[in-house]
Nanobody, 121 residues
Framework: QVQLVESGGGTVQAGGSLGLSCAAS????????MAWYRQAPGKQRERVAY???????DYADSVKGRFTASKDNAKNTTHLQMNSLKPEDTAVYYC???????????????WGQGTQVTVSS
């Protein structure tokens, strides 16, 4: 079993910055991808960014140039640095990790509990 614990988030004025962190623990053999999603009220969950094993990243067009995803392989953590925040970035942000478990070599798809990010205008 794999658990994710998110931290960070909060309330910030437009133009400000926030950082989110996600720590994975448990029966982890290998992490293939660490991603961040968000869901605003009344909207579908959307992927914001992801980072894969070799460090390559991908971002939603709406956050390119403002958000940066990074990871620490030794600690099984990922960080999302969010700069130049806009009111439309307001949402609950979720961490998602895909990988292989030490339990019978099965794949896992784990989600964090979500953390609120609110950007005031």
């Amino acid at each position: 079993q794999v658990q994710l614990v998110e931290s960070g988030g909060g309330t910030v004025q437009a133009g400000g910055s926030l950082g989110l962190s996600c720590a994975a623990s448990g029966s982890i053999f290998r992490i293939n991808r660490m991603a961040w999603y968000r869901q605003a009220p009344g909207k579908q969950r959307e992927r914001v960014a992801y980072i894969i094993t070799d460090g390559s990243t991908d971002y939603a067009d709406s956050v390119k140039g403002r958000f940066t995803a990074s990871k620490d392989n030794a600690k099984n953590t990922t960080h999302l640095q969010m700069n130049s925040l806009k009111p439309e970035d307001t949402a609950v942000y979720y961490c998602n990790v895909l990988g292989w478990s030490t339990h019978r070599g099965t794949a896992f798809d784990a989600w964090g509990q979500g953390t609120q990010v609110t950007v005031s205008s």
